[in-house]
């Protein structure tokens, strides 16, 4: 199911960054503190009470060397575009002034909720504040505090009444959801155009349970798919090619949704920071992954550039070390034919379950060839693991103190179960627990 996106717009310096960051707070979904893993700060989860939703904060998006006043028109047209809910920040201490107006002429265009707050009402004193921004036409404004987190419950409350339903998943447990994602003009169109124009049996067109979203069902060798495709359905203009940060807000909504991530690189470009950004979030949300170096017939090769290649990718993407890594071309459609069993072995892999007892036997194992160390005299004794997740397969391990399980025994654990298992593709996560 895809999350409602939430969009903070405004003009500067009304406290957007800090209301972001105030409730997204230490929830943000980082799972693994390893070197390589870079975030994009202005798209993140959060969560309130029962809801989960994403929140973007268009104050980080920066959008050429464009005047002001058109840089907030385009930061709030990439929030009309992608939100289902807007929040439309104000400083109360400054009152109304012309770009609030500005801002507001441009949020009366979209038919998407708005919710008004009016920022730094720092104590019960100062909410006669509020009343001169009723005349913004949003109905009642929210005061709020991002310094004191004040009022931000009241504010998150309303936001989620107008928090899209959920529809039901269209599709049964056998069916294959990918998606490809990548910066722009790395080939994912193509490499889309390559797999139905070879490899498939087309099904239908149906719209998916995003309100943007195209998913296009077909069979191959006898396994059903569907490729989650959002980036045909985006308005087109300057402001979509030219502000890359986009296509991490572009690709979220696809990852949600997929079992299996295709991350697409430019062979003719090489690794860029933004490639790890959104390969990032596909590992984050702990999504099988597959690295798929498009155009590789469009730059000069000898027998050691594919080897080059690899290991460069393998040092960027420290995080990624378990994602398989294929060399194609979708003008040539060369190795294209090797990506779909490639998705369906990692998909397997991705939702596989080990017994109890054989995964017992790994890890007795694996204590009695390397020791837990010692804590100042306490040893990490493990007494039990078990699997209780899949999609990605997620295992407990008990143990006498969780506090004692160092990050690199950790890491040595999960080592070993994949050595012993093949989760190639795939995350897997362990999780501490003392034994009651």
């Known amino acids: 199911m895809t999350k409602p ?22 929830r943000v979904s980082i799972v693994e503190d390893i070197p390589g893993v870079t975030r994009d700060r202005i798209y993140s989860s959060a969560e309130w009470l029962t809801h989960d939703f994403n929140i973007i904060d268009t104050g980080g998006i920066e959008i050429g060397d464009e005047p002001f006043l058109e840089q907030i028109r385009q930061q709030a047209e990439i929030a009309i575009e992608e939100a289902d809910v807007i929040i439309f920040m104000t400083n109360g201490r400054e009152g109304v002034t012309a770009a609030d107006e500005q801002v507001a002429k441009i949020l009366y265009k979209t038919k ?75 080939g994912k169109s193509s490499l889309v155009n390559a797999f139905l124009g070879q490899e498939r049996v087309i099904v239908s ?52 949704r997929s079992d299996v991530v295709l991350v697409v690189l430019n062979a003719e470009e090489g690794i860029q920071e933004q490639d790890k950004k959104i390969a990032g979030y596909a590992h984050e949300a702990g999504k099988a992954v597959i690295i798929v170096v498009n155009k590789w017939d469009a730059i000069e090769k000898d027998e050691k550039t594919m080897n080059v290649f690899t290991q460069q ?19 040539t459609k060369q190795r294209v034919h090797q990506i779909l069993p490639i998705i369906q072995r990692v998909s397997e892999n991705h939702a596989m379950r080990i017994q109890s007892s054989i995964l017992n036997e790994v890890i007795e194992d694996s204590v009695a060839r390397n020791p837990a160390p010692t804590d100042k005299g306490r040893r990490l004794r493990i007494y039990y693991a078990t699997q209780v997740a899949i999609k990605p397969p997620t295992f407990v391990v008990f143990v006498n103190e969780p506090e004692l399980m160092h990050f690199s025994y950790e890491r ?22 003392a034994r009651a």
């Not at 998913?215 to 979509?240: C, F, H, L, N, S």
């Not at 393998?314 to 994602?323: I, P, Q, S, T, V």
């Open 205 to 256: 067109n149906i719209a998916g349970t995003t309100r943007d979203a195209i998913d296009t069902p077909y069979a191959y060798d006898g396994q059903e798919y569907v490729i989650i495709d959002t980036a045909g359905m985006r308005k087109k203009g300057k402001i979509y090619e030219t502000t890359e940060k986009y296509s991490v807000l572009r690709a979220l909504r696809a990852i949600e």
């Open 112 to 186: 998407k909720p708005v919710v008004l707050a009016v920022n730094k009402i720092d104590n019960p004193d100062m909410r006669e504040m509020i009343y001169d921004f009723y005349a913004l036409g949003f109905g009642e404004p929210w005061p709020i505090s991002g310094s004191h987190g004040l009022g931000l419950g009241d504010l998150l409350d309303e936001c989620a009444k107008h928090f899209p339903q959920e529809d039901e998943e269209q599709y049964g447990d056998d069916v294959i959801k990918f998606s490809l994602i990548g910066r722009p003009n790395v």
């Open 5 to 26: 996106v939430v969009a903070i717009v405004g003009r500067p310096n009304v406290g957007k960054s800090t209301i972001f960051n105030r409730i997204v707070g230490e």
């Open 412 to 433: 040595f654990l999960e080592n070993r179960i994949r050595e012993t298992f093949d989760f190639e593709g795939t995350p897997i996560r362990l999780i501490t627990r």
């Open 313 to 331: 990718i393998r040092e960027h993407f420290l995080f990624l070390d378990y994602a398989p890594i294929i060399f194609v071309s979708a003008n």
